[in-house]
């Protein structure tokens, strides 16, 4: 059994990112505990979980208690797959409902007790335990730095236009089109969608109506190593005219508002006829991934096309912006 901790702000996009990972990897949730995730799933879920944007780091879950006190006692009965030196780290998550101030010290006096070396400040192996409803304990596996994500923000990018999603966002939107070989993202702007695709290996497009955001995100795609892409000058109305293939999966953030980025169109003509012309493009039974602010019926319009709408994700950006992200499939017919 394995535990995926997800990030605390958009918690039922970060569930539905994992549950699309675990479906390309094989694998299934298994239960819920804020934000706290356990999960069912062979080897071959670790190439997609490490794809993952929206989680903190996941792990080997090893013992589940209802008190401390049970966990105490469980933990005597566990092989402890230890690596070299340890450490035991308590996360105390919101709904935390057990008193944990004296647990690390406990638990590392059992796990020492089985032979095994303390070092609280290089481990080699770090004990993690989570405490919500009930009290978990595991080994972490794999820890999503923050500086990897952050490094890659609009501002530290050859090329920078203050428009771009956060880059864990990015990823996210990337996963939960489920995309396996290939992402287009039609009105790519800075490229920031496409980077993140790109770096987990899909073959990336790109469309933008600006020629200087088709040179920007050339740039920026290069920079962070990304080289199997082709990014066109373009009208993402029009994608049917720019490509002869049909996309396995399609993520965009169009954009919300001014005149310049709108390409002197109605905002609202605007999102329907993109999300016409990327019915058109997508395969059946592909996805998209696009953000909307929320006076826009993202849901109503795509229905109306045919797309089936599969998750809907709700994001307060700041005083005059929300919006949400839209996952929609496009039928198999
Ligand atoms: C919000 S930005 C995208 C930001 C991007 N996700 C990033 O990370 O940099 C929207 C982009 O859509 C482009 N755009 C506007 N109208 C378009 C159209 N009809 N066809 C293609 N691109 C368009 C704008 O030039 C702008 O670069």
Redesign the pocket.
């Known amino acids: 059994m394995l535990y995926i901790e997800i990030l605390g702000n958009l918690p039922e996009m970060a569930r539905d990112e994992v549950k699309a990972m675990l479906e390309l990897g094989e694998g299934e949730i298994a239960g819920q505990d804020y934000l706290f995730l356990k999960v069912n799933a062979t080897e071959r879920a670790f190439p997609f979980l490490n794809r993952l944007g929206l989680a903190h780091e996941y792990g080997e879950l090893l013992l589940e208690a209802d008190s401390v006190d049970e966990l105490l006692e469980k933990a005597k009965e566990v092989d402890w797959p230890i690596e070299g030196t340890f450490k035991v780290d308590t996360e105390t998550m919101a709904n935390c409902r057990h008193n944990v101030l004296d647990l690390p010290r406990k638990l590392g006096a059992i796990i020492h007790a089985q032979g095994f070396r303390v070092n609280l400040s290089r481990p080699d192996t770090l004990v993690r335990v989570y405490c919500g409803e009930k009290l978990y304990a595991g080994i972490r596996l794999h820890y999503f730095d923050p500086k990897d994500f952050e490094g890659r923000k609009?501002h530290h990018r050859p090329f920078f236009?203050p428009?771009?999603?956060h880059p864990r966002i990015?990823r996210a939107l990337v996963n939960l089109t489920k995309a396996k070989r290939e992402l287009l993202?039609?009105?790519?702007?800075?490229?920031?969608?496409l980077i993140e695709a790109g770096l987990i290996g899909l073959k990336v497009y790109g469309?933008?109506?600006?020629p200087e955001?088709v040179e920007g995100?050339r740039k920026n795609l290069l920079h962070y190593g990304v080289r199997d892409f082709e990014l066109k000058l373009?009208?993402?109305?029009r994608l049917e005219e720019l490509f002869d293939k049909r996309f396995e999966a399609i993520a965009?953030?169009?954009?919300?508002g001014t005149s310049a980025?709108?390409?002197g169109?109605k905002r609202e003509e605007?999102y329907r006829a993109?999300l016409r012309s990327i019915y058109n493009v997508l395969k059946p039974g592909g996805r998209l991934a696009i953000a909307f602010p929320t006076n826009f019926d993202g849901k109503v319009e795509a229905e109306k096309l045919g797309f089936v709408t599969l998750g809907m994700y709700y994001q307060r950006v700041h005083k005059s912006l929300d919006r949400y992200f839209y996952v929609f499939e496009k039928g198999k017919r």
């Open positions: 609009a236009r428009i771009s999603l990015s993202d039609p009105m790519m702007g800075a490229g920031g969608i469309v933008d109506i600006k955001m995100a373009g009208d993402a109305t965009t953030d169009p954009p919300y980025t709108l390409a169109r605007l993109v």
